[in-house]
């Protein structure tokens, strides 16, 4: 019989030839380099593992050479986890785009679109599920892009944006403005528990309002109608308490994306593209109204107008955007078909001024 570490070793090679054929599987697909970059760098480390399998069994009494051999076994089988995982994810598109081909290649352009329009490289691969999200598979190039079943798609596109608008974090750089603000208030902070709760909070915050900024100036106007029947929920002030690092899906409270969003109608659109959004913004603040007893008392301490401000000024710098001229094409009617690099962009508007 062997011993446990040999046959955990022995489990996770059979893992690997059965990963190998199935990454095959793959090989006429553009996402086969990362794929096979993959399973040949766990390969590497199941050899390394035989190495320091061999170094410990020359000396057992030895607890460093131990760890390190375990810790190997750790490393590739957390590898082979998340190379199952995207696995399981490609077959899960390969099955929608057979299953739901028209809403899931309605989204791949949708997806196409953005991502030219943000100079953005990477590759969306649209599965239906609840909802909307963007699941990174290995480093940054290709993304899982979750679109919920049912639901008319073109309408909610401009949500996608905000999805699509993740990646571009990694080039964006905190304004100064914003970093100062945010230590500011932080030590201003005397309770350790609500300290930590401000600091997980808007580290969260600012991608997700950084996102609603960079949706919006993809979209213009259709962002703010789609986010306004969006984020119609029960508690549109609600903030996370008693949260640690480990929660990782702290969004902003609703209020403040619609407050951030419309704000930048406000300030970016002209009147004519405003006006038809006011019957939506008169019943989004009677919403508010409604439900101002769930307000927390430190709403607006935490809300905080120049923190917010600079996550507008960081997501403005980081791309170069096409609103005015998408703007332009709204006003003089211009046919979506004829429009390069619009297309999608401007039927979702025309959705919401003609609805």
Known sequence: MPRIPEYRESILEEHYVALQREVEKYSDRPISTVLEHKIESIGDDIDKIEHRRQNFRASEDDQRLYSRYIA???????????LERTLTYLELHDTHRQRFSERVCLADYICTEITEALNLEISCLPVVRDGYALLPLFGDEYHIVFIPRGEELLPQAPILAHEVAHPLLLRAQKSPSFTDRFGKLRRSIDDDGRKRDFYENWLQWYEELFCDVVGFFVFGPAYAFALLHHLFEQKPFRISRNVTPRDNALHPPDALRIRTTLDLVDEQLSP????????????????????????????????????????????????????????????????????????????????????
């Open 72 to 82: 190997k076994l750790d490393t590739v089988q957390g590898h082979i986890e998340e």
């Open 272 to 355: 004519e593209l405003r006006e038809p959004l006011e019957p939506l913004r008169t019943e989004y603040e009677r919403h508010l109204s409604r439900l101002s007893d769930s307000r927390p008392s430190y709403y607006d301490e935490w809300a905080d107008d120049e923190l917010v401000a600079g996550t507008v000024t960081t997501a403005r710098n980081a791309a170069e955007y096409e609103l005015e001229q998408l703007c332009t094409e709204l006003r003089n009617g211009t046919d979506p078909n004829e429009a390069d690099g619009m297309q999608y962009r401007l039927e979702a508007n025309y959705y919401w001024y003609e609805d």
